[in-house]
């Protein structure tokens, strides 16, 4: 699977930004996909996840939920990061993600198979 992530750049606090990531390579319907992100001098962490086993689950950090929100679009080959109320604490980068397995859960698992290159976001205060 190869994922190419676009839609990064600079925002003010309290704005918004939406990040794609389109794939190729096989099925999509198959894998879960997830953002994850790297703030400078910190570890990669989780950000948003959707599964697609028998209908659509998402799951959030906490520190994002109710701002941003994941969606897929199966058709189109496309998973989507919408960043609503940024705060400069949002500033990464930010990677696009793909795991095999289709039930995907940040519970039982702390990374995903396949890795697309990073889109920085930057949000100023």
């Known amino acids: 699977v190869q994922l190419q992530a676009s839609g990064g750049g600079l925002v003010q606090a309290g704005g918004s930004l939406r990040l794609s990531c389109a794939a190729s390579?096989?099925?999509?319907?198959?894998?879960?996909m997830g953002w994850f992100r790297q703030a400078p001098g910190k570890d990669r962490e989780f950000v948003a996840a959707?599964?697609?086993?028998?209908?659509?689950?998402?799951y959030y950090a906490d520190s994002v939920k109710g701002r941003f929100t994941i969606s897929r679009h199966n058709t189109k080959n496309t998973v989507s990061l919408q960043m609503n109320s940024l705060k400069p604490e949002d500033t990464a980068v930010y990677y696009c993600?793909?795991?095999?397995?289709?039930?995907?859960?940040?519970?039982?698992?702390?990374?995903?198979?396949?890795w697309g290159k990073g889109t920085l976001v930057t949000v100023s205060s």
């Open positions: 993600a793909a795991d095999r397995v289709s039930n995907w859960n940040p519970a039982y698992y702390s990374g995903m198979d396949y």
């Open positions: 390579g096989r099925t999509f319907s198959d894998y879960a």
């Open positions: 959707i599964t697609w086993s028998g209908g659509s689950t998402n």
